[in-house]
């Protein structure tokens, strides 16, 4: 039986149980000797004695069994309900509506089946309930609905019912789904101010174009039409049309239901300039620094946003002063003759409130003391909404947490406290980072380290690298404690012995083994800023053979190839990003020295490093990366070999084998690195369809320049190398990946390029 054949209307169902009702047969009242129910197969006995107006030894009248059938009738469990009476015997005879046994999909693609079991489950049909055909009806609207939600209008659902034993069915949706409709046009018709063409580039939906497969931008929503409604009314609210409407969007479908149009009637009205800014209210004596936070001044075009943002900043200013719950409504009062809109600023500020207690909840593992030191907004404090966005962004930095919220709930029967709750969700902190490249020579080059940055959840890192490559071998162990001391003055330690050999890509051969540890000291300047204080003790050993790059030959036969040394460092970090798991905005500046002023070794060395992220659209980031890294030896040194620093791969300039970039040495043209460096990375990251809020996962295009440059050049940026390609970030519940597809833009004969590279980490 399929839902075309011909179905009873549900209003004559329910007459025709309305005239069976009272077909229980007429008797006389008498005591009811047993009650017994026939026709149940799923249905316990007790169901039904639950809803018979009558026990053994009462007495029974007919006016009781109508009820009691109405009243089995209304359970939905029964099709058929009849009372008879054998020799003061109630019999109750059902005939049960079977159950739902199984729900199945034939060719649902677009969803999957768990989820839209759940959203039926949500309009009553699911397995184990009492099959209605009325219900299956509204399974099926629901069915469409979700299809009409992504664009899918063609789609053509078949119900199938097939009965079961134990008086059970089996239900099967059979989906044709169809191809998505696009949007064909897009007409927006009253504009007269603002050219449509300006309009529609403000608009989400948009007909196709050579981006819209990935965007699907195209294809119809109704959630998102809504949505650019209220675009284009901010957007002509802030530019002075108060009076701005839109009727009721027209939406039509071709008769194949491929294509969509839209038409948008709107009425701009007359544009308004700004006449009296006044405040009005509780002002708390405030008055005059209230006013420093209006940016919405007399004579100037209307623009709604710049009133919001007034409205906001009074509320941010009085939440750092612990009005936790102020409220403060601007209302334009509109003069059409002279076209002007006086604005009054309402301010409320409600009670002052402090916080009694501050919660920490969702860490597993993590402590909550890991957690608290990080709270700039304490118990027993005034509430202060500053404080807590603060306290909000350190934690975030921690690095620990894949989400974090803070929520300001009132104390029950205080009218004066509120409770402040930190929910955060944990990532994995210990990992295992794998990293490899692929070259055009078809070489390999891997590298391992393992690194836990949140080691028994008390905030300390810990980490042990082992890097076995063929040009990188290490072996160092290092941790840092953040708060070494109670006032956040952090300590790190590091014993390391590294290996450097030639990259795979040079001819020449030698061995530089370095066996060292430091101690360093972290000292916070402000709440983002701190200072770097370090020391390291260094052995160091040059190892050289007849097949040795010329440099390394002359420097071990001038210097030896012995050297001891003792580095002292110094550094400073300003952190402003919002996140250091997935940043949108803020800045992140680094600035490192160090030199080598007792044994063998006379250098120094400095370097900066500026970040900027900049928050383009709510989807869309632009993320800039500066580097510069400037080396000297001094004291009749040159700078030391041993030291050098590289450029290409990825993490530095992509589309260019790793450390290929600088100098060459001129017996065999290998590459050596060099004692300076420029680095600059450009970035728009973009969201993936489908997961516009979802920060961990984006991929991007980028742009790269750099170059290193031995001790003896000066920095020429005209020799800058230059590449630009697509990727992928993924901070993954198993650890980062991240690919990169890059091609070098201006290579030179010498360099060496590669096109794919990766990183990726194992979380444990």
Do not use: C
């Not at 309009?123 to 299809?147: P, T």
């Not at 008055?287 to 936070?293: A, F, G, S, V, Y």
């Not at 970030?729 to 096109?755: E, H």
């Amino acid at each position: 039986m399929t839902n075309r054949t011909r179905r009873m209307p549900r209003l004559l169902s329910i007459l025709l149980a309305m005239a069976v009702t009272p077909l229980a047969h007429a008797f006389e009242p008498f005591i009811v000797r047993d009650i017994r129910v026939e026709g149940i197969q799923r249905t316990e006995a007790g169901t039904v004695f639950g809803y018979l107006p009558v026990k053994v030894g009462e007495r029974f009248t007919e006016e009781q069994a109508t009820q009691a059938v109405r009243a089995l009738y209304g359970t939905g469990f029964f099709r058929d309900v009849r009372i008879e009476v054998e020799d003061d015997v109630v019999v109750v005879i059902v005939d049960e509506r079977p159950a739902i046994a199984s729900i199945s999909f034939n060719g649902m693609r677009e969803f999957e089946s768990a989820n839209v079991l759940k959203s039926l489950a949500e309009v009553g049909f699911a397995e184990a309930r009492i099959f209605d055909r009325a219900l299956l009806e509204r399974a099926e609207q629901e069915l469409k609905r979700q299809y009409l939600a992504r664009g899918k209008y063609s789609v053509e659902i078949v119900s199938t019912v097939t009965p079961l034993e134990r008086n059970r069915v089996g239900i099967t949706f059979d989906i044709f789904e169809g191809e998505v409709a696009k949007i064909a046009g897009i007409k927006i018709i009253g504009a007269k101010a603002i050219p449509e063409s300006e309009l529609l580039d403000q608009m989400q939906l948009t007909t196709p174009g050579w981006l819209t497969w990935y965007t699907k931008a195209d294809q119809y929503s109704r959630q998102k039409l809504q949505g650019d409604i209220e675009t284009l009314r901010s957007y002509y609210m802030n530019r002075g049309y108060l009076e701005f409407n839109v009727d009721a969007p027209q939406v039509t479908i071709s008769p194949d239901r491929k294509d969509i149009f839209i038409t948008l009637s709107i009425t701009e009205g007359e544009k308004y300039t700004v006449g009296d800014v006044k405040l009005a209210g509780d002002l708390l004596g405030l008055d005059e620094e209230l006013n420093k936070l209006i940016v919405v001044k007399p004579g100037e075009t209307f623009s709604a946003e710049r009133v919001n943002a007034s409205s906001k900043a009074i509320n941010d200013y009085l939440g750092k002063l612990g009005y936790a719950f102020s409220n403060v409504n601007a209302a334009p009062q509109v003069d059409r003759e002279k076209k002007t809109a006086s604005i009054t600023f309402f301010v409320d500020p409600n009670r002052r409130v402090y916080v009694r207690r501050v919660n920490i909840g969702g860490n597993t593992r993590t402590r909550d003391v890991v957690i608290r030191r990080e709270m700039r907004q304490l118990e027993a404090a005034w509430y202060d909404a500053g404080k807590i966005q603060l306290s909000r962004d350190r934690i975030d930095r921690l690095g620990y947490f894949q989400d974090i919220a803070i929520e300001t709930s009132p104390v029950p029967g205080t009218p004066d406290q509120v409770d402040v709750n930190v929910n955060v969700q944990e990532k994995p902190t210990g990992m295992i980072n794998l990293g490899a490249g692929f070259s055009s020579t078809d070489k390999i080059v891997l590298s391992a380290g393992i690194n836990q940055d949140n080691i028994f959840g008390s905030g300390t890192t810990a980490g042990l690298e082992l890097n076995t490559g063929k040009t990188y071998r290490t072996i160092a162990v290092t941790q840092t404690n953040p708060y070494f001391t109670q006032d956040g003055i952090s300590r790190s330690t590091s014993v390391y012995y590294r290996t450097l050999r030639p990259l795979s890509i040079n001819t020449g051969d030698y061995r530089i083994k370095t066996m060292g540890a430091s101690l360093t000291f972290g000292v916070p300047f402000t709440e983002t800023q701190r200072v770097f204080f370090g020391a390291a003790l260094e052995a160091n050993d040059i190892d050289i053979y007849e097949s040795s790059p010329q440099r390394y030959i002359d420097y071990v036969n001038t210097f030896g190839a012995r050297s001891n040394a003792v580095i002292f460092s110094v550094g400073w970090s300003n952190d402003l990003r919002d996140s250091a798991l997935a940043p949108t905005r803020g800045t992140y500046q680094r600035a490192a020295g160090e030199t080598s002023l007792f044994g063998d070794l006379r250098y120094y060395k400095a370097s900066y490093q500026h970040q900027y992220y900049w928050p383009i659209s709510r989807s869309l980031t632009l993320a800039l990366n500066g580097q510069v890294d400037y080396g000297k030896g001094f004291g009749g040194r040159p700078y030391p070999l041993l030291k050098n620093v590289y450029a290409g791969g990825i993490g530095s300039v992509r589309g260019f084998d790793g450390g290929s970039l600088g100098p060459r040495d001129s017996k065999n043209g290998d590459s050596l690195g060099g004692a300076k460096r420029v680095i600059a990375n450009a970035e728009l990251l973009l969201p993936f369809p489908g997961t516009q809020q979802d920060r961990t996962l984006r991929w991007f295009v980028f742009a790269d320049a750099g170059n290193v440059y031995s001790d003896e050049e000066s920095i020429n940026l005209g020799q800058l190398r230059y590449s630009a390609g697509i990727g992928l970030s993924w901070q993954s519940p198993i650890g980062p990946l991240k690919i990169s597809f890059g091609k070098a833009l201006n290579a030179k004969p010498q360099d060496r390029t590669q096109m794919f590279q990766f990183q990726i980490g194992t979380g444990f």
